[in-house]
């Protein structure tokens, strides 16, 4: 296969994986997350975002089945978890989107410099002054916040 070939297969399976949404966040898409790794030849290499998340187990069920609808079954799928997904993968784009589904983003490099995390960004008036109510969200991803100047709760997505 060429070079060119390659690269035209791998835009075709970003360009569909761009469509498959995270299963507990529906406004980002897996490649938006950053699972997806590479394209290698005809192998899809993804890496798993929160291990023990069982979202994790949709999103690789979830990305086969786009990939069969657009008929590249012959694509395999190949999880890999070194090194492990980290929340700085997410895209700037997958960020603006979870601000927009009014979800923090998680501070960007906290969780490569193991920093404690900075504090939470509201993500309705983007306000610092923030507080954490729970380390449980609406999911296990999430950690429950709330804004102390609008006063709103909303998650956020926790570092690692
Ligand atoms: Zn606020």
Redesign the pocket.
Known sequence: MSAIAELSLKDRILEILSHVPDPEIPCVSVVDLGIVREVRGTTLVITPTYTGCPATIAIEQDIRAALDRASMSLIKIETTLSPPWTTDWISEEGRAKLRAYGIAPPAKGAAKHSLREAPAE?P??G?LHTEELSRFGSTPCKALHR?L??R?PFDRFKCH
Do not use: I, L, W
């Open positions: 509201c309705r008036c306000s804004c100047d609008c709103e």
